[in-house]
């Protein structure tokens, strides 16, 4: 787990340098494998609503902790016990689970009724993405974005989906957010942000930065009153 906790770490690193994460936005989770050795519960809490997953250890940064503050203190890192009911237990780490929990909890749940080896979920803002949301057309645009550069067809076989804008933090969000991820590599917030997953928080890091790229260079293009061409169809064959 301390291994899991310094990747955690390292990714919110780079995810300030990058801008990625302005103030406190932002927000890490990943799925255990297996149950910690010590899980004494430190404290019980409401969770908002009726959860009938599967039971499951996540570790997930803390609400309000800013990504800079996440890289430089584990305690920023808590340690989840969910089970099916209206509560879970912290076990470790100084605050709650960050307020986007609804929406990693309800995408674990379903990854591991599935068996998916996704085990890590990454949430940020990055600047081009939200850019690119906030132009009337921007769905219509997608498909261009998703054959810019060879990158983005290899990172994301599965391509992505969009959740219209609902309110940061909801359970509405979540669950909009597990019907769209199903069968994607990353679901898009409409005018917030982007969810990456992964087997490890860096290669969902890894989708954040290539779909970042991506918007980059379509906004580039597009400000040039020019449509991309694209890579060539039929060339990852």
Avoid at 109 to 120: K, L, M, T, V
Avoid at 159 to 179: A, H, N, R, Y
Avoid at 203 to 224: C, G, H, N, T
């Amino acid at each position: 787990m301390k291994e899991i906790v310094r990747e955690i770490q390292k990714i919110a690193y780079w995810l300030a340098i990058k801008g990625l994460s302005e103030a406190n936005a932002g927000n890490i989770s990943v799925r255990l494998q297996e149950a910690p050795t010590e899980s004494t519960a430190r404290i019980v809490e409401k969770l908002g609503f009726t959860y009938e997953g599967p039971e499951m250890y996540l570790l997930v940064t803390t609400t309000g902790s800013r990504m800079r503050e996440v890289a430089e203190d584990p305690d920023r890192i808590c340690l989840v016990h969910v089970k099916a009911g209206d509560t879970y237990e912290i076990l470790s780490g100084n605050g709650k689970p960050t307020s986007e929990f609804p929406t990693h909890l309800m995408i674990h749940a379903y990854f591991e009724e599935i068996g998916s080896d996704r085990r890590a979920i990454v949430h940020t803002h990055p600047l081009n993405l939200l850019a690119l949301m906030n132009l009337e057309d921007f769905q219509e645009l997608l498909p261009h974005m998703m054959k810019i550069h060879p990158e983005v067809l290899i990172f994301f076989p599965n391509g992505i989906s969009v959740v219209e804008f609902e309110k940061p933090g909801s359970v509405e969000l979540g669950k909009k957010t597990v019907e769209k991820a199903k069968g994607r590599d990353a679901v898009l917030w409409d005018k917030h942000g982007v969810v990456a997953f992964g087997r490890t928080v860096s290669e969902a890091f890894d989708r954040v930065e290539i779909l970042e790229k991506a918007a980059d260079i379509l906004l580039k293009v597009l400000s040039l009153g020019r449509i991309p061409t694209g890579v060539p169809e039929g060339w990852l064959s």
